[in-house]
Every structure is written in structure tokens, then in C-alpha cells.
């Protein structure tokens, strides 16, 4: 088998190297370490990782090398090391930096710790671009900066359906019924849902699509005892949907139809085992042997066999 080799300058190779060296690069780090976390840190408990961020097309012009260390308070942070000899400045080399801190985090939380850790991103450039020149942070990588700021600084919005009343959402829209979903086992008769439903359906942009997806729900947790009077009396009641309404109940109308053949066929059957192991007994065979040849249980043949 051929494997595949990326392109490795023998100048990112001897960096490399050179970084996966704890002495080396605790000096590098108590030099270019973010003031904020520098004083919070014990690089006398620096070690190196095994685990690499870059993806495997990224690394004809990447390599990192990965370290652990603990911090005062006792918890662990990481340092990700990025080398890159790119001729040319990477414009988004600041959002590749995340995504390799989001990697890194997510493999601390899969490794059983309860929150995140800080990870310091560090890239060393050993080719002639001026890498500085890229923007470092990585909100700035959007066409506007003080806006993405302003959205990803704050918690995202939340909405609560259990808190939500139905004045505050509406009635004649799709939403709706959404919150009619959430709130029905406030109220599961029949003639309630069919109310209520008869309000939310009215909103005309409702899709045929969203519509069956609705109905299917409800059917299927067992809020209307007969599915196809229940749709059909609301066919009625919304004309503007009705087409869609009925053939969601012609369906509903088919569904019973073919449960109704397969329960049949599923007596009779029965019905067959029965016979056969009346006759079983008859001729003095035993009940053991009769209930592995036919699946029936003791109590079927307690129940349903009489013998003179």
C-alpha cells in the first residue's frame, strides 16, 4: 500500500523538533505567553501531548505539537502550537486557530472533565509571509466585526416553550402549533385539540408537509382515540386545507383496514395452533412438548382447550 506523503519543509521539521522539547519550549512560552495567564500558570508541570489538530490537508503547509500544564488553581490548560511556512498570509489563519482550541476542548470534555479549559493558541511562522499582517483574532475574520462581537459576546436567545403563553406567540401562525404540541397534555380531549387545531390551521401558509408531519404526531401518541373521525370533522371545519386533511384521514382509513387483516390473520392462526394442539394432547402427547411445537403457553392451553 502507497501511503500518501505531505510535502514537510525540512525547516518546519527541525522547528518541530525543536518545540517538542519541554526546556525549549517553556522558554519560548514564559516569553510570549498572554500576560493575562502567564502569572496563573506552573510551566514546571509542562508536558508534552501526543494529539495533533491539523487537519491532514492542512499539514502540507501545518504542523503543530501540543502541550498540557497546570495552572494555580489546579486546573489544566493546553498550549497549541501552529508552525507554518506559507508563502503567503493566511486571512483566515485566526478562525483555523479556534477551530483547533474548539477540537481541543471538546477532546477535554470527552475525557470526563465537567468544563472547559483554556487552550492558548501560539503560531510560529518560519517562511518569508508576513503573517502578521492577518488578523489574529478571529471575530475579525467577519465583514463586520463589531456586530459579530456583539452577537457572540452575549448568551445566545433562548426560547422556552414551557414559559410561553399562547398571547404570545399568536394563533394564526405557524408557531403556533408548535406551542399547541407542548401545552396539549394540559388538555387531551378530543373536542379541545379539534378547537384549538381549528384556530391554528387557519393560518393559510401552513404547508401540507407540516401539516401531515402534525397529525402523524398526535395520532401516534395517542391523543384522539379514532384518527380518522378526528381528521376528517377537522377537513371540515378548515376548507382551505381540506384536500390535504383528507387524504391524511383516507390514509389513517387504509392504516385500520390493513391492522384490522393482519389481527385476522393473526387469530387464525391461533385459531389453526389450537386445533392442532387439541389433537396433539389427544393422541398423548405431552404438554411440554406440545407448547415448544405449536409457541403456545400453558395459558393458552388452559384457556382455550376443554377435555371431556
Known sequence: MVMNMTCVTPRDAMYRHFMMQPEIARELFECHFPEEVKDLCDFTTLQLEPQTFTEDKARQ??????????????????????ITHQ???????????LKYAVAAMQQHLDAGYEHLPLVIPL????????????????LDD??????????????FPLIDLSMTKDDEIGVHNGLAALNL?????HRTDSMY?????????????????LITVLMNYLIQTGETPDAEAFVRE?????????????NIAKQFELSGYEKAVEKGIAEGERLAMLKIARRMLENGLDRSSVKSMTGLSEEDLLQNLTWR
Not at 377537522?234 to 383528507?246: D, S
Open 234 to 246: 377537522l377537513a371540515h371545519r378548515v376548507p382551505h386545507h381540506q384536500e390535504t386533511l383528507l
Open 123 to 138: 503560531l510560529i511562522t518560519t517562511g518569508t509571509c508576513r503573517s502578521r499582517l492577518s488578523p489574529r483574532r478571529w
Open 193 to 209: 385539540l379539534i378547537e384549538r387545531l381549528d384556530t391554528v390551521l387557519q393560518e393559510k401558509r401552513m404547508s401540507p408537509s
Open 142 to 155: 467577519f465583514s463586520d466585526p463589531s456586530l459579530a462581537e456583539k452577537l457572540y459576546s452575549k448568551p
Open 181 to 185: 404540541l407542548h401545552h396539549r397534555s
Open 61 to 82: 503547509h501545518f504542523r503543530d505539537v501540543f502541550y498540557s500544564l497546570s495552572m494555580v488553581s489546579g486546573d489544566v490548560c493546553y498550549v497549541h502550537v501552529v
Open 87 to 97: 508563502p503567503a498570509p493566511d486571512k483566515h489563519i485566526a478562525f483555523r486557530m
